[in-house]
């Protein structure tokens, strides 16, 4: 079985889906652990995010993995080094939008990601999983929030990673991202036709879980 989980930035889809494979003994597949990892070689390499085909090429000559660990989470590998915590940067949060929307980049990353979900069960989130990705997935999420809840939560996971950020600063990026990748040419952000809304503005992590499960099962 293929879940596939999309939604904005801050919508909590990663936790979700992290979780929600946990209690089902799926693999888990963070797709936008991949492009994150991928900003990072860009970032530390000093190519700009505005130099398509160095990152075209980049991508093309990268090793990517994810790796689920028992305890549920993810150890993402880039060329062979552990770079889980290194992609978590508020600077690769600034640019990885810009590297998503590039057109060859995610042709590589689709294959990638489409064969690492063809190896079983799965849960894979992202931002066109259920579009692009897996269109044919057997169950679809989109996982939504309203947007002040959205900068709060990934506010707070900012803080919780030690970077010295403010709400407004938290809230432009966010929006700034909302924009690159709802009006991007190649795979925007949007719901499948067939994927199940789940506004979690209101409901805590468990209640969302519990919500998936049963309609995972039912």
Do not use: C, W
């Not at 990072?40 to 075209?56: E, R």
């Not at 010295?164 to 924009?179: G, Q, W």
């Amino acid at each position: 079985m293929i879940i596939a989980i999309d939604g904005p930035a801050g919508a909590g889809k990663s936790t979700v889906a992290k979780l929600l494979a946990k209690q089902l003994g799926f693999l888990y597949i963070d797709t936008g652990a991949m492009y994150r990892a991928l900003t990072l070689k860009a970032l530390n390499k000093g190519i700009s995010v505005s130099d398509t085909q160095a990152i075209i090429k980049l991508a093309a000559n990268s090793t990517i993995n994810l790796i689920n660990n028992r305890d549920g989470t993810i150890k993402v590998t880039l060329d062979g080094i552990d770079v889980t915590q290194d992609i978590r940067q508020l600077r690769i949060t600034q640019f990885v939008s810009d590297i998503a929307k590039i057109k060859e980049v995610r042709q590589i990353m689709v294959e990638l990601q489409r064969k690492l979900g063809s190896q079983g069960n799965t849960v894979l989130d992202g931002l066109d999983i259920g579009t692009v990705v897996f269109p044919n997935a057997d169950k679809k999420f989109y996982i939504d929030a309203d947007f002040k809840e959205r900068v709060l939560r990934r506010h707070k996971e900012s803080l919780g990673l030690g970077q010295n950020t403010t709400f407004e600063s938290v809230s432009k990026d966010l929006s700034n991202r909302d924009t690159i990748d709802s009006n991007r040419s190649v795979a925007p952000l949007k719901k499948a036709d067939d994927a199940i809304y789940v506004d979690t503005t209101n409901l805590s992590i468990e209640e969302v879980i519990d919500k998936l499960l049963r309609l995972v099962n039912g």
